[in-house]
């Protein structure tokens, strides 16, 4: 049986990028309505060093295709999924970070 994965194309700034995602490297984090704008999907690039990765927030996907791929997630059952009525304190710093800097590229 093949395993569940899917691949997400984002644009950073390196690029454009895609991210192979599976149940080895990708976990879903999802939050109460108060916090749904922080609700993401965390794409680890070193399996070493398990804080590395890629935010991939529910706005960049856009809220259709982000719950498609939550989803899925949920689902196929080999995706690590967190539910928390809040997002824990790092996250929500690195949220704002990425959102500063979305708001510094879109007035330059």
């Given at each position: 049986m093949e395993k569940?994965?899917?691949?997400?194309?984002?644009?950073?700034?390196?690029?454009?990028?895609?991210?192979?995602?599976?149940?080895s490297n990708t976990e879903l984090y999802i939050h109460s309505d108060k916090y749904k704008e922080v609700d993401h999907i965390f794409n680890r690039i070193d399996q070493r060093d398990r804080r590395l990765g890629a935010f991939i927030w529910r706005h960049i996907l856009g809220d259709e295709n982000f719950n498609n791929v939550a989803m899925y997630m949920h689902n196929s059952g080999e995706f690590a999924v967190f539910y928390r009525p809040e997002p824990t304190e790092p996250d929500f710093e690195h949220y704002l970070k990425d959102q500063s800097g979305d708001i510094e590229t879109w007035n330059e």
């Amino acid at each position: 049986m093949e395993k569940a994965n899917f691949t997400i194309r984002v644009e950073s700034e390196r690029g454009p990028e895609e991210l192979y995602c599976d149940g080895s490297n990708t976990e879903l984090y999802i939050h109460s309505d108060k916090y749904k704008e922080v609700d993401h999907i965390f794409n680890r690039i070193d399996q070493r060093d398990r804080r590395l990765g890629a935010f991939i927030w529910r706005h960049i996907l856009g809220d259709e295709n982000f719950n498609n791929v939550a989803m899925y997630m949920h689902n196929s059952g080999e995706f690590a999924v967190f539910y928390r009525p809040e997002p824990t304190e790092p996250d929500f710093e690195h949220y704002l970070k990425d959102q500063s800097g979305d708001i510094e590229t879109w007035n330059e």
